[in-house]
């Protein structure tokens, strides 16, 4: 009887759970020719404060369920840190009060808890601004800064952090 009102229990909760806290997004950009794109589940923040809480140390999967993916049809720079054309998932690390860093790890197709640090090729500094109003849902964007650079930010709560990109 017990495993009978588990199923029921967590049946109950799936089908309850409201569309919008599965939803996912894209960022998209063309620079040069090439696209950018990046696919992420957008997670509500309902009253809570997620960068600002994070621990230092721990690495988050910036968003929900399937690991955030980039796919890239031109090699990226970020300052002197190449990241090579393809696919990769993306995971932001807290490093220290408003200091994050951005990973990129080779392996693709994975939920997004499921981050192996031997995996990454490449680390991103990011400059984190505190922004006037609150952004209730997660959200990534990509946008040229003219025709061989573009910025990568995402923006939570009141937290925005940042990258500058080149496209080669």
């Known amino acids: 009887m017990k495993g009978i009102w588990t199923v029921l229990m967590v049946t109950a909760f799936t089908l309850t759970?409201?569309?919008?806290?599965?939803?996912?997004?894209?960022?998209?950009?063309?620079?040069?020719?090439?696209?950018?794109?990046?696919?992420?589940?957008?997670?509500?923040?309902?009253?809570?404060?997620m960068l600002g809480r994070a621990d230092s140390g721990i690495v988050?999967?910036?968003?929900?369920?399937?690991?955030?993916?980039?796919?890239?049809?031109?090699?990226?720079?970020f300052g002197d840190i190449r990241v090579a054309k393809g696919r990769y998932s993306l995971f932001a690390k807290k490093l220290g009060p408003?200091?994050?860093e951005l990973l990129v790890n080779s392996e693709t197709n994975i939920?997004?808890?499921?981050?192996?640090?031997?995996?990454?090729?490449?680390?991103?500094?990011?400059?984190?601004?505190?922004?006037?109003?609150?952004?209730?849902?997660?959200?990534?964007t990509l946008e040229s800064k003219g025709p061989d650079s573009g910025e990568f930010y995402m923006a939570w709560g009141t937290k925005e952090l940042r990258a500058d990109f080149q496209v080669k």
Do not use: C
């Not at 992420?40 to 809570?48: A, E, H, M, N, S």
């Not at 988050?60 to 720079?77: C, H, K, Y």
């Not at 990454?120 to 609150?134: F, G, H, K, N």
């Open 111 to 140: 939920w997004g808890t499921n981050h192996n640090p031997e995996k990454d090729v490449a680390a991103i500094p990011l400059q984190t601004r505190d922004l006037e109003s609150s952004v209730e849902m997660f959200t990534i």
């Open 60 to 77: 988050w999967r910036m968003g929900t369920d399937q690991a955030t993916s980039l796919v890239t049809e031109a090699d990226l720079v």
């Open 98 to 100: 408003d200091k994050w």
């Open 17 to 49: 759970l409201p569309a919008h806290e599965q939803e996912r997004g894209t960022a998209q950009v063309a620079i040069d020719g090439e696209k950018i794109s990046i696919d992420y589940g957008r997670p509500l923040l309902r009253g809570r404060n």
